[in-house]
């Protein structure tokens, strides 16, 4: 999960600028493979934990219903905000063309370290097949990325092919929100700040259909939720 734009001032250290997710405790845990790791809120609301254990081992549990689904479609996949790349690999090994596309840069070298394809861009850059992909995966709380579900939902609308399908994973309560976070990490190490969004399906499908994205299943799994929806 990456974010790819924060829309807050970055800090700079040394005259360089120092990027969520690349100069921060994610950018460590993914070249060690380990948590723990937390989404601390800047507005004093607490901190949710992130799954990098889970992320750094081989698909499992509620992974397969998003890999089921993938096979049914028939790809090519791309997944946006790949992490350490366990989906773009069990892809790959089911013999559907995948790409997995990270802004942090060890995350993309695990996902390469799987025999996985990966780029180091944001979603929001020129990527390859723009507008011919069947599956474009969001999953691992990547509703939220840059913190606009707005701007996000439409580039994403534009990578699909006509009839493709988003498979996204959204909260389990019904939220609709917006707000600056940091990574915490175990030493209690604060990355810079950035934008992001929590989104429950019924928001995720609101905005989706402002997008041209129109719902077309939901389904819960292991006690993640997910929403698939199909380009107009």
Same mark, same amino acid.
């Not at 946006?80 to 790349?85: D, F, I, V």
């Given at each position: 999960m990456t974010p790819q734009?924060? *829309?807050t001032a970055r800090p700079v250290l040394g005259g360089a600028e120092v990027l969520p997710w690349a100069d921060d405790p994610f950018a460590a845990a993914m070249r060690s493979g380990r948590g723990p790791l937390w989404l601390r809120r800047t507005d004093g609301g607490g901190r949710v934990r992130l799954e990098v254990d889970r992320w750094c081992a081989p698909a499992a549990g509620a992974d397969h219903g998003l890999l089921l689904r993938c096979l049914q479609l028939g790809g090519p996949v791309v997944d946006? *905000?790949? *992490?350490? +790349?366990r989906l773009v690999a069990e892809l790959l090994a089911l013999g559907v063309p995948a790409l997995g596309v990270d802004l942090t840069g060890a995350a993309v070298e695990r996902t390469l370290g799987l025999g996985a394809a990966a780029l180091r861009r944001s979603v929001f850059d020129r990527l390859p097949a723009e507008g011919r992909w069947e599956v474009a995966l969001l999953a691992d709380g990547?509703? +939220?990325i840059g913190g606009d579900p707005d701007a996000l939902l439409h580039?994403?609308?534009?990578l699909l092919a006509p009839g493709g399908v988003l498979l996204a994973e959204v909260e389990p309560a019904d939220l609709d929100e917006r707000l600056t976070v940091r990574v915490e990490g175990p030493d209690g190490r604060l990355g810079p700040p950035f934008c992001w969004a929590r989104l429950g399906g019924a928001a995720a499908a609101r905005h989706a259909a402002r997008a041209g994205l129109t719902a077309v299943e939901q389904w819960t799994s292991? *006690?993640?939720h997910f929403l698939a929806l199909r380009r107009r």
């Open positions: 734009s924060t *829309g946006l *905000g790949c *992490g350490p +790349g990547n509703l +939220g580039r994403v609308a534009e292991h *006690g993640r």
